[in-house]
Structures are given as structure tokens and as C-alpha cells.
């Protein structure tokens, strides 16, 4: 009986350690959930807060940061300055849209060094109509100055006209 | 030891009394190793099948209005073609980076065919193509192409929004996660 008792005990303690303890993966997980809520808007939000939210979005990316997306002819490095200048511009003509990560998984190709394939899914609305969007993402995120910061967004374009 | 004697039960009551056993039994079971097994047999089996076979979707969006409205529900079914090809016509769901999100499309031209849309009619392989589930139709118009070799090429059937903002296209079979019930 002692020893059941002792092997649950281990095998908790063992749980508890993996839950806790904050790895590479779960660290880059949070980030992008973090770039998801600042991404997101409410009709509500006042410009300050905007503003924070979007100077936040950008310390979480590298600087410069790539950005491919195909469909509108981008690809090209941004510095950080564009690409908040980018992120507020989005984030006036999208209010009330809740941005999420879906389905994300991630390897390490190197030890500082982290290629993501993930969903990003934005519903809101858009003059009084209902929408959804949704697109897959392959990011890379590297480990610079001991932060996880996003240096690469590409839209995986797997839908040719 | 005190015992009594058995109170005698009427024959005719007997059936009843049984199935009354069965019926609380089936409803408040007790507690012991047997029920918790069936527990965790069925819990398992419900994830899983939910999880990899049926899965359940809630439709947003209006691409394919009018067969399938904003807020509906459907599943997924995954077997759907590991023992036939995608046919024309098909309702098929089609993956992105997971199974949590999926676009909903139906199949208008497989592998090699050619299509093209005129004026908002479908021409597929030279030839016009009747499609009773479009309601809403906008003119179109998409040269002709031939689908890649393992690509399928899909479109929703509400075709009442501008070319430019609807999402459609060729897409590589193993995408394709399955079929729509109902």
C-alpha cells in the first residue's frame, strides 16, 4: 500500500514539474496567445489603450520581421516602427474582431530556433455583418537576448485559383 | 443468527418487479469496478470517435449558403474516402494547419479536368455544368485552367459575393479531410 502511495506521489510531483515548469514550447505558446489579445480589438477600446496594446505586439517580433503574404504582393522585412504602423492601421479598419491561434505545433530545427505552422482565426463584424476568416501561418520564432521573438510570418497559401 | 422467512411474492407481480430492478438498476447503477469500466469504455470511445471520425463542426461564415446557413451543424466524417474517389459534386472539408478549423467547400473538378467560369456559369472540361444548389450567383468570369495532378478543385455555392472575396481554388487531395453529414 506505502508503495502505491509513493509511486502516485511521484508520478504527481512528475505531472506538476511538467505543468509548471515553463519549456521553449510553452513559452512561445503564450506568446502568440499574448500577439493574439493585443491583436484583438473591441469597439470600445480607447486610443491609449490601442496604442499600448499595438507597441506591445510589436516587442514581441523581431526587428526587422519578414512578412509573405502572397495574395496582396507582400514580401518584404518590416522594422518595428512599420510594422506597428501596420498593426494599428489593421486594427482601425477590423474593430471588434477577436483574433485566435488555433492547431499550433511547432518544432526546433535549432536550439534558438522554433518553425510554427498554426491557424489564425479573426471573427468579428464588419458594418453590423457577422464574419470569419481563418489562415494558416508558418512563423519562425527565434530565442534573441534569452526572449522568444517572432522574426517571420508567412501565409501558407494552400488555395490556388 | 435471527432469519425470517422469504415474504412470498405473487407470481403475476414477479415480472414486474423484475423489470422495475432492471430499469432502477439501468438508471442509478451502483457504484463498483464493472460501471466504472463501462465509464471509462465509453468516455474513451466517445473521444475517440468524436475526436478522429465524426467530428463536430459549427459552420460559420456563408460561403456554401444556401446548403449550409451561418450557425448550422454538421460532421465531419473522416472514412468518407478511404474507399472511394472524390466525386463532383462532393461536400468536402478541407484542413488548414488542424482539424479544430476547417473550410467547407464542394468539389467542382478533380485532377486534369479544365474549368473556367463565364459570366458566373460553371464550364468544366468545355462544357456547361448544371448546378442546382447555387441560389445566389454573381458573373464571374475565370479563364480556363487545368486542375495539378493530386489537387481537387473546390468553390462554396454561395457565389453571390464579388470572385475577389471568396475563397476557392485548387487544393492538394491530402488536405481533403472528409465528408459532410448530413
Known sequence: MKKTVIAVLILAAAAAIFVLLPGDEKKIRSNLDSLAGYLSTTETDKSLATLQKVSKAGKLCSDPCAVQFQSFNIDRNFDRKELTDHILMMKKMLPGTRFSFHDTSMNFPKEDRADITTTLRLTGKIESDQFTDAYEFAIIAEKIEGKWLFSSFTVVEFMEQ | MLSSPPTPVPSKQLPRIVLSRKIHNFFLPSLDARLVRRILITGLSCYLLFSYILIPMRIQGHSMEPTYRDGSFAFCWRPSYLFRDIHYSDIVTV????????????????????????????????????????????????????????????????????????????????????????
Open chain 2, 95 to 182: 484542413r488548414l494547419s488542424g482539424k479544430s478549423t476547417m473550410l467547407l467547400k464542394r468539389v467542382i473538378a478533380v485532377a486534369g479536368d479544365t474549368i473556367e467560369f463565364r459570366e458566373g456559369i460553371l464550364f468544366r472540361n468545355g462544357k456547361e455544368v448544371s448546378e442546382p444548389y447555387v441560389k445566389y450567383r454573381m458573373p464571374w468570369n475565370l479563364e480556363a485552367r487545368t486542375v495539378a495532378t493530386d489537387h481537387v478543385y473546390v468553390v462554396g455555392d454561395n457565389r453571390g459575393t464579388p470572385m475577389s472575396r471568396h475563397r476557392f481554388g485548387q487544393v492538394k487531395r491530402n488536405r481533403i479531410m472528409g465528408g459532410v453529414i448530413p
